[in-house]
Nanobody, 122 residues
Framework: QVQLVESGGGLVQAGGSLRLSCAASGRTFSSYGMGWFRQAPGKEREFVAAISRAGWNTVYADPVKGRFTISRDNAKNTMYLQMNSLNADDTAVYYC???????????????WGQGTQVTVSS
C-alpha cells in the first residue's frame, strides 16, 4: 500500500514553468514504477510520463516530449515533473500514480493521488 500526495500546481503564464512533486508514504517507494497523468475538463485522463523503479528509464507522451522531465528521488520518497514552455493545452488536473508492475504507460496503475491543478493562462 502506498499513499500519494501531489503538490506544486498553480497558475502560470504561457511559456512559464512549474515543478510538480509527488510525495509517497511507506518504505517501499523504490519498488514502484511511477507515472504522471492529467485530465482536462471534459476529457479523459491521459498519460503524461512514467519512470522506472530506479529512475533509469523514462517514457513521455508525444505532446510533452522535450518540455517535461520526470524524475524521482527514492531517498526522499518523491517523484517530480518539471514542466517547461507551458501552453494552454497543458491546463489540467495532474495526478501521480504508482504501480508494482514497474514502468508502464497505460492507466493500469494501482495507486493514485488526489491531483493538483495546473492552469496556464494565454
Amino acid at each position: 500500500q502506498v499513499q500519494l500526495v501531489e503538490s506544486g500546481g498553480g497558475l502560470v503564464q504561457a511559456g512559464g514553468s512549474l515543478r510538480l512533486s509527488c510525495a509517497a508514504s511507506g518504505r517501499t517507494f523504490s519498488s514502484y514504477g511511477m507515472g504522471w497523468f492529467r485530465q482536462a475538463p471534459g476529457k479523459e485522463r491521459e498519460f503524461v510520463a512514467a519512470i522506472s523503479r530506479a529512475g533509469w528509464n523514462t517514457v513521455y507522451a508525444d505532446p510533452v516530449k522535450g518540455r517535461f522531465t520526470i524524475s524521482r528521488d527514492n531517498a526522499k520518497n518523491t517523484m517530480y515533473l518539471q514542466m517547461n514552455s507551458l501552453n494552454a493545452d497543458d491546463t489540467a488536473v495532474y495526478y501521480c500514480a504508482a504501480s508494482p508492475k514497474g514502468l508502464i504507460s497505460s492507466r493500469d496503475y494501482e495507486f493514485w493521488g488526489q491531483g493538483t491543478q495546473v492552469t496556464v493562462s494565454s
